[in-house]
T-cell receptor, first 116, second 115 residues
Framework: NAGVTQTPKFQVLKTGQSMTLQCAQD?????MSWYRQDPGMGLRLIHY???????DQGEVPNGYNVSRSTTEDFPLRLLSAAPSQTSVYFC???????????????FGPGTRLTVL | AQSVTQLGSHVSVSEGALVLLRCNYS??????LFWYVQYPNQGLQLLLK??????LVKGINGFEAEFKKSETSFHLTKPSAHMSDAAEYFC?????????????FGTGTLLAVQP
């Protein structure tokens, strides 16, 4: 298994540009999520999905869109990039939600995004 | 709602010394609690978790943590630090039994191990 994969690893954007960060998992996990990591602020939840066709907002959803058309893929879209979105973005997934989020989250390697 | 507070953004210990990383949580429902570790330029990986049952939980690499409901704490310890333990450690909380589908992280503690 490849686990959780993210592309690209690095990206530089100009203010106002749009882009999609890709995330895929091959473990048939129901739950997937996106976090951003900023110095001194830990990981903050952007959006999450409990299954194909179902998404919801996390702690910091503004400026980001998600969709979940398949179990495997959970792309994150930046509609109009801003310097405040400069960050490292992590995708994560975990097994069935039965009984709650008690299972281990598997994290991807991250995407380092710079917005100029 | 859930939240996590990690006291001490930087902790430095000598090799062989006790490691103690502090985590206090706030939760309106019984919590599930986790510790994750992040090595430089990598994603996070699970160290240990508390869901139900025994309040002292053991994880990988000799780490353990104790869930203390009365103190709303879940501190991470290791009796003897090793150079390879140098990393950033994150405490995280979610609600028991599916009360919430959000896993909320603390701000992290960077552990340095001095030779």
């Amino acid at each position: 298994n490849a686990g959780v994969t993210q592309t690209p690893k690095f990206q530089v954007l100009k203010t106002g540009q749009s882009m999609t960060l890709q995330c895929a998992q091959d473990m048939n996990h129901e739950y997937m999520s996106w976090y951003r990591q900023d110095p001194g602020m830990g990981l903050r939840l952007i959006h999450y999905s409990v299954g194909a066709g179902i998404t919801d907002q996390g702690e910091v959803p503004n400026g980001y869109n998600v969709s979940r058309s398949t179990t495997e893929d959970f792309p994150l879209r930046l509609l109009s990039a801003a310097p405040s979105q400069t960050s490292v973005y992590f995708c994560a997934s975990s097994y069935s939600l039965a009984g709650g989020l008690h299972n281990e989250q598997f994290f991807g390697p991250g995407t380092r995004l710079t917005v100029l | 709602a859930q939240s996590v507070t990690q006291l001490g953004s930087h902790v430095s210990v000598s090799e062989g010394a006790l490691v103690l990383l502090r985590c206090n949580y706030s939760s309106s429902v019984p919590p599930y609690l986790f510790w994750y570790v992040q090595y430089p330029n990598q994603g996070l990986q699970l160290l240990l978790k508390y869901t139900t049952g025994a309040t002292l939980v053991k994880g990988i690499n000799g780490f353990e943590a104790e869930f203390k409901k009365s103190e709303t704490s879940f501190h991470l310890t290791k009796p003897s630090a090793h150079m390879s333990d140098a990393a950033e450690y994150f405490c995280a909380v979610t609600g028991y039994g599916g009360a919430t589908n959000k896993l909320i992280f603390g701000t992290g503690t960077l552990l340095a191990v001095q030779p």
